[in-house]
């Protein structure tokens, strides 16, 4: 009972925070935009925007909210996604790109971590959207360990041909990473087990993986 009141508490407040950082962002009030969010995510987690981004590719952003029970874990991550994603947008508008860029790919990382391991309830309705912040950093390249994450959200997806295109990503990055050939070839021998029509509906042909698998093992063989 306490965690479910709590976490209706968290959203009415995050509801009335985003309401109120778009107002600001609208009138170009950034700062004050800003401000809003640092003291939101600190009220949350004792630590501002400026402290997490810098967690990015350091630790893992999920220590936030780390022995937290499964749910509140998942709505703590979630806020925290959704506030970076604003701070990012509007650090986008001041022409930081560098800081929105931090913003932007922690927020992902976040969401990413909560998804996995997202029980199937509806998610609020203030929780951006994987395909959203994947397109917005489409012009960077993402760290190995976002991709991995991406990696294994579009495979519980079933979003195979998008798993496939985050694999060979991270594998034309680190061509000499024996870690991300083992993963790749893990990744088809587990979807190749599944029939043809699980295959299809990933947009992955059979045939297609099966190459992708013979590709990802000869270059492991010839390694070293």
Do not use: C, W
């Amino acid at each position: 009972m306490y965690r479910r009141d709590y976490i209706m508490r968290q959203v009415e407040f995050m509801v009335e925070v985003i309401q109120q950082i778009s107002g600001l962002a609208a009138e170009k009030r950034y700062d004050a935009a800003l401000t809003v969010i640092d003291e939101s995510l600190e009220s949350l987690f004792g630590l501002n925007g400026l402290l997490i981004t810098r967690l990015f590719g350091r630790e893992p952003l999920t220590q936030i909210a780390f022995g937290e029970a499964a749910d509140m874990r998942q709505a703590k991550l979630i806020a925290a996604a959704a506030l970076l994603q604003e701070a990012g947008e509007i650090q986008a508008e001041q022409g930081a790109e560098s800081e929105s860029f931090q913003s932007l790919a922690s927020a992902l990382e976040l969401l990413l971590a909560a998804l996995l391991d997202h029980d199937g309830t509806p998610l609020p309705e203030y929780a951006p959207e994987v395909e959203a912040l994947v397109a917005v950093l489409a012009p960077y390249h993402l760290p190995i360990h976002l991709n991995q994450l991406l990696l294994r959200y579009y495979h519980k997806q079933g979003q195979l041909d998008k798993a496939e295109n985050v694999l060979f990503e991270m594998v034309e990055q680190t061509p000499e990473d024996g870690h991300i050939l083992e993963q790749g070839i893990t990744f088809y021998q587990i979807i190749l087990a599944e029939n043809d029509a699980f295959l299809l509906a990933g947009n992955l042909p059979r045939e297609e993986a099966e190459a992708s698998l013979a590709e990802l093992q000869n270059l492991h063989n010839n390694m070293g």
